[in-house]
T-cell receptor, first 111, second 113 residues
Framework: QKEVEQDPGPLSVPEGAIVSLNCTYS??????FMWYRQYSRKGPELLMY????GNKEDGRFTAQVDKSSKYISLFIRDSQPSDSATYLC???????????FGTGTRLKVLA | DSGVTQTPKHLITATGQRVTLRCSPR?????VYWYQQSLDQGLQFLIH???????AKGNILERFSAQQFPDLHSELNLSSLELGDSALYFC????????????FGPGTRLTVT
């Protein structure tokens, strides 16, 4: 079993839709949770990171962590065609400097 | 543009060969991380260097090695290459020793034939 599981998609939504991207993880020691966006033929870029449980909002993006169910989510409001990319979740434990990534979910926002 | 540079962009080589991938971090960043991305395994953390010293190892094979030089650029050496080593190799950098705010380079695509 992988430490971080992510549905590969692709997930296709119409422009303006609310998108929900999700990951599950197995190690309860994970404390830091990140979401990266990766466009085709590019390196990943950090969207958001959160520590422990709770929500964090940045513009159209909201990251949510539920440590009790080991579930992390990224919500994208008012999705745009420019949001079409692969979204990677990642986790880490404090002080280990090791980062575990999900395999990514491919998102397509249709104009 | 993240400010992280990687060379070469593409590399095609034969099984059994050795290659060196190079990474220059963003100006002022002391940490360098190496990752391998393949279709079936996703993005795998390989190794982390901070200011010239190795800080963490992930799923890095013994055939692979890395170092960070005094000018902070880093090299990833891959030897005795196998077909399964074909992948995208990314370098990322951050200011701090272990930061979740990592800036990724454009990657080096390695093809082993």
């Amino acid at each position: 079993q992988k430490e971080v599981e992510q549905d590969p998609g692709p997930l296709s939504v119409p422009e303006g839709a609310i998108v929900s991207l999700n990951c599950t993880y197995s190690n309860s020691a994970f404390q830091y949770f990140m979401w990266y966006r990766q466009y085709s033929r590019k390196g990943p870029e950090l969207l958001m990171y959160t520590y422990s449980s709770g929500n964090k909002e940045d513009g159209r993006f909201t990251a949510q962590v539920d440590k009790s169910s080991k579930y992390i989510s990224l919500f994208i409001r008012d999705s745009q065609p420019s949001d079409s990319a692969t979204y990677l979740c990642a986790t880490s434990t404090s002080g280990t400097y090791k980062y575990i990534f999900g395999t990514g979910t491919r998102l397509k926002v249709l104009a | 543009d993240s400010g992280v540079t990687q060379t070469p962009k593409h590399l095609i080589t034969a099984t059994g060969q050795r290659v060196t991938l190079r990474c220059s971090p963003r100006s002022g960043d002391l940490s360098v991380y190496w990752y391998q991305q393949s279709l079936d395994q996703g993005l795998q953390f390989l190794i982390h260097y901070y200011n010239g010293e190795e800080r963490a190892k992930g799923n890095i094979l013994e055939r692979f090695s890395a170092q960070q030089f005094p000018d902070l650029h880093s090299e990833l050496n891959l030897s005795s290459l196998e077909l399964g080593d074909s992948a995208l190799y990314f370098c990322a950098s951050s200011r701090a020793r272990g930061s979740y705010e990592q800036y990724f380079g454009p990657g080096t695509r390695l093809t082993v034939t």
